[in-house]
T-cell receptor, first 114, second 112 residues
Framework: DAMVIQNPRYQVTQFGKPVTLSCSQT?????MYWYQQKSSQAPKLLFH???????NEADTPDNFQSRRPNTSFCFLDIRSPGLGDAAMYLC?????????????FGPGTRLTVL | LAKTTQPISMDSYEGQEVNITCSHN???????ITWYQQFPSQGPRFIIQ???TKVTNEVASLFIPADRKSSTLSLPRVSLSDTAVYYC?????????????FGSGTRLQVQP
């Protein structure tokens, strides 16, 4: 019944050690998003894929990259995690990018940076 | 960027109706208004969406006045399990973007 799946749910990495977070979807949606949510803050959009077209937010640090090898999967790569990158990372999907399209969120991956 | 303004927090008791109002003065003509609910350590969950007047589903109602510069999420007879953060999203009137920007949200605490 799961629609947006994120693995792992909890990830611990060391300062500067590259880490990859995974998201998969069974909805066959065209759009996949990555959000960062720090403690007691609202989710902040990092980037999204519309099919294979990558759309980066202007203020997303270069340290954050993403890959979408196929419709179902999307990865978030943090090249050199800093202490400030500790957060919940949320993956979401939507059928399209029309104004009324609902976003479906996964449970999130909580990243700890030591 | 279009901004939404919501109360930071609200308190209620079980069985009461809760109304959370969101202000979105810069909403674009063809933007929808969408509300999400988020529990701790979970992803946001879609609650309701509307364009104008009133929308009702099995969970909530959404009231949108004619000028669409605000909207009110109504939760009938809340229970302890409704304790969560509620986010209101609209599009970006300046750039025409979709509803991708979360506001600060309203933290609802329901007490017995």
């Amino acid at each position: 019944d799961a629609m947006v799946i994120q693995n792992p749910r909890y990830q611990v990495t060391q300062f500067g050690k590259p880490v990859t977070l995974s998201c998969s979807q069974t909805l066959n949606h065209n759009v996949m998003y990555w959000y960062q949510q720090k403690s007691s803050q609202a989710p902040k959009l990092l980037f999204h894929y519309y099919d294979k077209d990558f759309n980066n937010e202007a203020d997303t640090p270069d340290n954050f990259q993403s890959r979408r090898p196929n419709t179902s999967f999307c990865f978030l790569d943090i090249r050199s995690p800093g202490l400030g990158d500790a957060a919940m990372y949320l993956c979401a999907t939507s059928r399209d990018r029309e104004r009324g399209d609902t976003q479906y969120f996964g449970p999130g991956t909580r990243l700890t940076v030591l | 960027l279009a901004k939404t303004t919501q109360p930071i927090s609200m308190d209620s008791y079980e069985g009461q109706e809760v109304n959370i109002t969101c202000s979105h003065n810069n909403i674009a003509t063809n933007d929808y208004i969408t509300w999400y609910q988020q529990f701790p350590s979970q992803g946001p969950r879609f609650i309701i969406q509307g364009y104008k007047t009133k929308v009702t589903n099995e969970v909530a109602s959404l009231f949108i006045p004619a000028d669409r510069k605000s909207s009110t999420l109504s939760l009938p007879r809340v229970s302890l399990s409704d304790t969560a953060v509620y986010y209101c999203l609209v599009g970006d009137a300046d750039t025409g973007r979709r509803a991708l920007t979360f506001g600060s949200g309203t933290r609802l605490q329901v007490q017995p």
